[in-house]
């Protein structure tokens, strides 16, 4: 080895890892495997659209300012928001009045991007620790905003408005089945795999329906899942869960990878 050179780490050399995020998210998983020395295959099993009416969540967005909490709880959640302000012509700025609840860091990452800086991210990206932190600082008699997915739990603005906060819930973006390429697809269906990552239940859900009859294959594989609500997903519809992310983020998502395939192949 000349001087100056060191070798980049490459723990996953030759592993086949199915990425099953929607295709415009996927670099960031795909780039951090492939450093790693695996093979992903993109299986986008999901895709993100508007809601099909846009009117209450643009009416929200404009009266931010009447809301002492804006919570976001995913990137996606940040990036629909973003985009219908752009295209009213408004600027991030109006979404200052309130205190800005984000999920994770991902979430953090893109609201500062846009110059709005939230005041709460939990230390665990899950909605029950946004719920808790949210009711330590007081949230009775508060009027809180959530923009979130079409289909989500109930969790966080059910426990809201039991610790007496006015909620107000809007859609913010849809999550409706993916179309992966037919190779991709011919690959996961055969077991020609050997890990299936799955980064939030509606990619446990569309990849169930998705492989339909040939869900059994991937059971050769291994299933790692982004956090603790995507592994309960997973094991509802059948699937054996190899290991779940400690932390709650991609980069947490691809150590536990890393982690997985070390205790198997010592």
Known sequence: MSVGTSAVPRPLLGVRIVVTRAAEQADALTTLLRERGAEPIELPVIRIVPPEDTGPLDAALVGAAGYDWLV?????????????????????????GPR?????????????????????VPDRFIA??????????????????LARAER???LLPDGLREAGAEVDVVVAYRTLPGEPSPDALARVRAGAVD??????SSTVRNLASLLGDTLPAIARARVVCIGPVTADTARELGLRVDAVAED???????????????????
């Open 128 to 145: 029950e620790e946004v719920l808790a932190g949210l009711i330590e600082r007081g949230v009775r008699g508060c009027r809180v905003l």
């Open 195 to 200: 890990v299936v990552t799955l980064t939030s």
């Open 152 to 154: 989500a739990r109930d």
């Open 100 to 120: 800005i609840a984000a999920i994770g860091p991902a979430t953090a990452g893109r609201l500062r991007d846009a110059g709005l800086e939230p005041a709460f």
């Open 248 to 266: 709650y983020s991609i980069p947490g998502l691809v150590d536990a990878i890393v982690h997985l395939v070390q205790r198997s192949c010592p």
């Open 72 to 96: 976001f709880t995913s990137v996606n959640g940040v990036d629909a928001a973003l985009a219908r302000l752009e295209d009213m012509g408004r600027r991030p700025v109006i979404l200052r």
